[in-house]
């Protein structure tokens, strides 16, 4: 060579090549250099997010990329420190990855993603007491990891929508309900719950007694099924024993905690009683007629002898009779007296006693 030169000469194999360089000069011998050539392409990329899973709070990033032709061997770096093609991303915020070529570190192409994650939650459906009374129980459903105000509601029994849509739902109707709470993502979270109603126990009460309360108390007993009683007058025994008259309330409790509600309606009568002596004589001495009574009201009285004459009448109760018609003593004889009388308790109407007295002389 007659001096220094330089041939330019594009290169545009990909990859890592060796490549022999020869000169050659009419004068002199050919020379040959090996160089080492590395080429490669800034590789492109894009990132595919899987959000199959996202209500459980994770997603899948991958780094979609090329290298630029067929044996491109790339590496990848993510800015959470991994060095995958595809991460688990479980926090919000905005990922990215940075991909180059393996044969050249400087070549390289970058990308990212935001992703806003929802947080997770479960919900919980409970109840409150269910007894087959006819009331209305609660059911409610509890989220955890969420706030209710950020959850809307959806309630099924039986598999079909009742049309509720709060957390705090009263039903009447026992089957399997359940709940679907979403939030503002649309991620969905559901629980199931079968409600079977207690059953309640009936008391020994009856809907009515009648008593005298001259003749003692009366009991009220509601029967052994309980667990625990209380009555409206405070007493927390199976039976109480009253004297008066009135409406007492109980409220009993079975081992199913179902509560009985139940009343017995206390009636004070006592029965009219009339009686007196069946004989009497003037001037001696039981020389005067007269009838004792219990529970009497409006009291007549009326006394004939044995041909249906009436010889005495009186409207006083504490009346006394001591034989004479006008001021004459009537004959000795077997009389008969009619009472008239109404009940000082409970209205029966006008009642009529009959009886007999005999006159003595």
């Known amino acids: 060579m007659d001096g220094p030169f330089s041939i330019n000469t594009p290169y545009t194999i990909l990859g890592n090549q060796t490549v022999d360089i020869r000169a050659s000069s009419p004068t002199t011998c050919d020379t040959v250099v090996s160089v080492d050539v590395t080429l490669v392409p800034i590789p492109t990329v894009t990132i595919d997010v899987d959000s199959t899973n996202i209500c459980t709070g994770t ?131 559901t629980d199931t719950l079968e409600i079977i109603k207690a059953p309640v126990t009936p008391t020994n009460l009856s809907s009515s007694l009648v008593f005298c309360p001259d003749e003692g108390a009366i009991t009220l007993d509601a029967g052994p099924d309980f667990i625990s009683y209380v009555w409206d007058t405070g007493e927390s025994t199976q039976s109480i024993d009253v004297t008066q008259g009135g409406v007492y309330k109980i409220a009993a409790t079975n081992n199913f905690n179902c509560v009985t509600n139940d009343q017995s309606e206390v009636l004070e009568d006592c029965i009219p009683k009339v009686f007196g002596p069946n004989a009497f004589r003037p001037g001696g001495l039981n020389n005067e007629f007269s009838l004792f009574t219990e529970y009497v009201d409006k009291f007549e009285i009326f006394i004939f002898n044995r041909w249906g004459d009436m010889v005495f009448q009186s409207a006083d109760i504490n009346f006394k009779w001591d034989g004479t018609l006008n001021g004459e003593l009537l004959p000795a004889d077997q009389y008969t007296w009619v009472v008239r009388y109404t009940s000082s308790f409970r209205d029966r109407g006008t009642l009529e006693q009959y009886g007999g007295v005999m006159l003595l002389r």
């Open 59 to 189: 997603v899948i990033f991958t780094a979609n990329a090329d290298g630029g032709f067929a044996a491109a061997q790339l590496s990848y770096r993510w800015s959470t420190g991994e060095t995958t093609p595809s991460i688990t991303v479980s926090q919000s915020g905005t990922p990215s990855v940075s991909v180059s070529n393996q044969l050249n570190q400087s070549c390289f192409a970058s990308a990212n993603q935001q992703i806003t994650l929802p947080t997770p939650f479960t919900v919980m459906l409970s109840s409150s007491l269910a007894c087959d009374d006819g009331k209305p129980f609660t059911l409610t459903a509890t989220p955890a990891g969420q706030s209710n105000n950020n959850l809307s509601y959806n309630w099924f029994l039986n598999g079909v929508d009742i049309g509720e849509v709060n957390s705090q739902i009263q039903r009447l109707d026992a089957g399997t309900y359940i709940v679907g709470a979403t939030d503002l993502t649309g991620c969905t979270n």
